[in-house]
């Protein structure tokens, strides 16, 4: 009779992480990338040394800044423009990538927008608007980006995994926001959405995650602190006492399309503050 060995490794199964440029040789794309936390994330995964294909659908000259940019710091970039709540338009997008990059290591589905209304006079225009580019969008480029994974697999040269989404979710995919029903719905949907793909796809190495911005210094919420009343006012929402800035979330974008990553798997990063953190009940409740 034969005894077998132990089959639970003892070792560490982590990966072991090279010194160089934490994404060289990554080729990203990021959507909504010629402003704001999209053009953040877009320029520091260029610094972390991935090529960057900046998707922009408004604004020729701020995508190209922004590549130009990226260019400076060593990597590769160009801009792209596409509606990402079109299907023809997604498709043709990472035809090209493919075409100039190769493949697709990274995506940074990043592109939003608010349309506010207060519920009863919310137009179908402002609800289809919101859910096509902040829902629909994801799922659009999403799809498009598991398919090369899938075709492609694991290249152990460039990541331990066979590719890396990063949803950018909101605080509204947990805090709701009366006025801004179809934002919150669009983000909550992401959750679910980055949550489930993210279970299907993980048995192939495939790891898709969230970040869950806060108030972060962009155009898309200026009126909220571009005065100083209002600043104040947003500080009794933000434990931390100050407002987030696009960097903030470009670093854990980097970190999370890295293999320093490797086991976060279908998680919602916030970063926020400690905006999720109930901060009314600090003194109340
Ligand atoms: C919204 C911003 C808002 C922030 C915190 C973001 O998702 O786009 O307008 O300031 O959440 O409420």
């Known amino acids: 009779m034969t ?20 994404l060289a040789g990554q080729k990203a794309l990021v959507t909504g990338a010629n402003s704001g936390i999209g053009r953040g994330v877009a320029i520091a995964l260029g610094q972390a040394g991935a090529d960057v294909v900046v998707n922009y ?4 000259d701020s995508a190209s800044a922004v590549v130009d940019e ?14 990402v709540s079109s299907e023809d338009q997604v498709a043709g997008m990472f035809k090209s990538m493919i075409q100039q990059f190769g ?12 349309r506010d209304s207060a519920f009863h006079q919310m ?18 480029c999403a799809r498009e980006a598991i398919r090369e994974f899938l075709r492609r697999g694991i290249v152990p040269s460039v990541s331990c995994a066979a590719g890396k989404i990063i949803c950018m979710s909101s605080v509204h995919q947990q805090i709701p926001w009366g006025g801004h029903a179809n934002y919150a719905t669009s ?5 679910l959405m980055m949550e489930s793909l993210a279970q299907e796809v993980a048995p192939k190495r495939i790891r898709v995650n969230a970040i869950g911005p806060g108030a972060i210094r962009t155009p898309i919420n200026t009126s909220a602190w571009n005065t100083p009343e209002a600043y104040n006012q947003l500080m009794t929402l933000i434990p931390y006492g100050r407002i987030g800035e696009p960097e903030d979330i470009a670093r854990a974008a980097v970190w999370l399309a890295s293999d320093h ?25």
């Open 3 to 22: 005894t077998s060995e132990p089959t639970t490794p003892t070792e560490s199964t982590a990966p072991a992480l090279a010194p160089q440029k934490l």
């Open 57 to 60: 659908v408004d604004g020729d």
């Open 70 to 83: 990226i260019r400076r710091s060593g990597a590769n970039a160009f801009a792209y423009k596409a509606d």
């Open 103 to 114: 493949t697709i290591d990274i995506l940074v589905a990043n592109a939003g927008l608010q």
């Open 123 to 140: 137009t179908m225009a402002q609800w289809n608007m919101v859910l096509g580019v902040n829902l629909t969008g994801q799922f659009l």
């Open 187 to 191: 983000k909550g949907g992401i959750k």
């Open 261 to 285: 990553s490797d086991y976060v798997v279908g998680t919602t990063l916030f970063v926020d503050g400690g905006m999720t953190l109930y901060p009314g009940f600090a003194t109340g409740g």
